[in-house]
C-alpha cells in the first residue's frame, strides 16, 4: 500500500503544508477500484464492514451512484475513519452579500455573451467565499444539468470544508495553484491542470503559491467518465492512465472545524469538534482525481475541414439521451492545424446545445480580441456565434501552411440544457455588453457575377 504521507497529521502551517505539496504521491487510472491506507493494516482484507475495523475505526460507505446501478457504472467508496460524519452540528442557512449560489437567476438570453476577467479581491477571501455562480442549466433536485462558477481567492480555508450535495466539482484554475484536501487525500492543481471533487465529498483549498482565479463546472447529472472512442480505437484524447488520484492521509485533529455544504443552491454552515479529513484508509472507485491537460492527445483533421468540437472532449456526463451530453467538457490544447484549402478557425453556428466557454492561457483561435485568460463566453442553444469579422479576415486571405497552435487552451463545458444567467452575471462590471460589436465588420461580400470557383 501506498504510505508516504503515513503520519502527517495537520497542513496549518506554510512550511508543513509546501513539505506535504511537493511529497504528493498518486494513483494512476480513472473509474479504478482502488486502494489506499494510510497506516499498515487500516485497509480491512475480503470484506467493507468488519465487525470491528483495525485501530477503532468506524466504516462508511459514500455512493456515487445508486446502490443498483449497473456494475459497468456503479460508484461507491468505502472509508475507515476515525469518527463516522454523522457527528456534526446543527445547520443553518448562510446568507451571502450577494446572489451568488443561490437560485436566483435570470431566463435564458438569446445573444451571445462574454465576461472580461474577474479581478482578484483585495480583501481575504477563501474558495467558498471567492465563489461567484455565472450561469445554471437544469436543477440539481433533477439530476439535469450544470452550473458554471467563477472563484477568486486570496487565503487558505482555515479550519473549514466544503461538501456539495448538488453535484460533482471540475476545478479548472487559471491562476495561481490549488492545494485540495478532500476525506480521501491530497491533490494540487495548477493551471493546464484540472482536478475533480465528487458530489458529497468534504474538501478545503488551501493555496499554496498564494491568490488563485478559475472556473468551476458543477455537475448535477451522472459523474463525469471518460467518452467512448468508436472509431478512433483504444486509445486516444485522454487516457486513462494520466489521471492521478490521492493516496490516503489523514488529520487527527480535535480542533473545531466549520463544515459549509451546499445544498439545493443554498450554502449551509454547521460546526465539527475535528477535522473532516480524518480517513485512514479506503477503497473504491468514488475518488478526487487530477489532469494534465498537455497530455490530452487531440484528434484532428489531417486532409479538410474543421471536425466539430465533440473531438476534443475530456470529460463527459452522459445524459439518458446516447450521444446527448448532461455536460460535456472539452479542451482546445496545442495542435498543429494543417487542413488544405480550408476555413480553419471555428466555423460559424448555431448549436442546439448550450456552450460556456473559458480560456486558461494564450488566445483562441476563433478571437483575435476581446476573449483574454480568465474570461468567459456563453452562447445559449441556436445563439449564432464563430470567428470575429478579424480573425474571419485574416483566414480567408492567410496562405495555408501548417501551423502549430502553441501556448494557448481554450475550454468548453456543454450542456444540452439552456444555461439561465444570474442576476450576479447580468449585473457584474465585467460584462462586455459591447460583445455583439466584433462580428459587425462581417460586410456583405456577396457578387452574383463572380465565377463561382474564385
Ligand atoms: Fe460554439
Redesign the pocket.
Known amino acids: 500500500m501506498n504510505s508516504k504521507l503515513s503520519v502527517e497529521r495537520e497542513v496549518r502551517d506554510t512550511a508543513t503544508r509546501t513539505r506535504l505539496t511537493n511529497e504528493l504521491t498518486y494513483q494512476t487510472g480513472f473509474g479504478n477500484e482502488f486502494s489506499t491506507e494510510a497506516i499498515s493494516g487500516a485497509l480491512p482484507i475480503g470484506q467493507n464492514n468488519p465487525q470491528k475495523p483495525a485501530f477503532g475505526l468506524y466504516a462508511e460507505q459514500l455512493s456515487g451512484t445508486s446502490f443498483t446501478t449497473a456494475r459497468a457504472t456503479n460508484l461507491r467508496t468505502w472509508m475507515y475513519r476515525i469518527r463516522p460524519s454523522v457527528l456534526q452540528g446543527t445547520y443553518r442557512l448562510i446568507r451571502k452579500d450577494s446572489n451568488a449560489l443561490a437560485p436566483l437567476d435570470v431566463a435564458p438570453l438569446p445573444e451571445a455573451q462574454r465576461w472580461n476577467p474577474q479581478p482578484l479581491p483585495d480583501t481575504p477571501v477563501d474558495f467558498v467565499d471567492g465563489l461567484n455562480t455565472l450561469a445554471i442549466s437544469g436543477d440539481p433536485a433533477t439530476l439535469s444539468g450544470a452550473a458554471v462558477h467563477l472563484y477568486a481567492a486570496t487565503i487558505d480555508m482555515d479550519r473549514k470544508a466544503f461538501v456539495n450535495t448538488d453535484g460533482e466539482m471540475l476545478i479548472i484554475p487559471q491562476q495561481g495553484t490549488l492545494c485540495l484536501i478532500t476525506e480521501l487525500g491530497m491533490l494540487t492543481a495548477k493551471p493546464r491542470e484540472i482536478a475533480v471533487i465528487p458530489r458529497g465529498l468534504k474538501f478545503a483549498v488551501h493555496l499554496p503559491d498564494g491568490p488563485s482565479r478559475g472556473y468551476v463546472c458543477e455537475n448535477h447529472g451522472s459523474a463525469f467518465r471518460l467518452p467512448d472512442l468508436g472509431l478512433i480505437g483504444a486509445s486516444g484524447l485522454a487516457n486513462r492512465r494520466d489521471f492521478l488520484t490521492p493516496v490516503a492521509r489523514f488529520e487527527d485533529s480535535d480542533a473545531a472545524h466549520e463544515l459549509i455544504a451546499k445544498t439545493g443552491g443554498q450554502l449551509w454552515s454547521t460546526t465539527l469538534d475535528h477535522s473532516p479529513f480524518d480517513v485512514v484508509a479506503w477503497h473504491g472507485n468514488v475518488a478526487p482525481y487530477k489532469y494534465d491537460l498537455d497530455r490530452f492527445q487531440s484528434i484532428g483533421s489531417i486532409s479538410f475541414d474543421h471536425p466539430d468540437?465533440s473531438i476534443y472532449t475530456v470529460l463527459t456526463s452522459p445524459s439518458d439521451t446516447p450521444g446527448t451530453a448532461n455536460a460535456d467538457f472539452c479542451a482546445l490544447t496545442t495542435r498543429w492545424a494543417v487542413a488544405e484549402h480550408t476555413f480553419r478557425p471555428?466555423y460559424f453556428?448555431r448549436?442546439v446545445m448550450s456552450?460556456f466557454?473559458g480560456l486558461i492561457c494564450g488566445a483562441h483561435d476563433a478571437k483575435a480580441g476581446g476573449f483574454v485568460p480568465g474570461g468567459a463566453s456563453i452562447?445559449n442553444a441556436f445563439t449564432p456565434?464563430?470567428p470575429d469579422a478579424e480573425t474571419y479576415r485574416r483566414a480567408r486571405d492567410t496562405t495555408l501552411e501548417p501551423h502549430k497552435i502553441t501556448e494557448s487552451i481554450a475550454f468548453?463545458f456543454e450542456t444540452r440544457l439552456p444555461l439561465r444567467l444570474t442576476a450576479w452575471a447580468v449585473q457584474t462590471p465585467q460584462r462586455q455588453h459591447d460583445y455583439q460589436q466584433c462580428w459587425s465588420a462581417l460586410a456583405k461580400q456577396f457578387d452574383g457575377d463572380r465565377h463561382a470557383t474564385e
Open positions: 468540437p471555428p453556428h448549436n456552450e466557454m452562447h456565434h464563430g468548453m
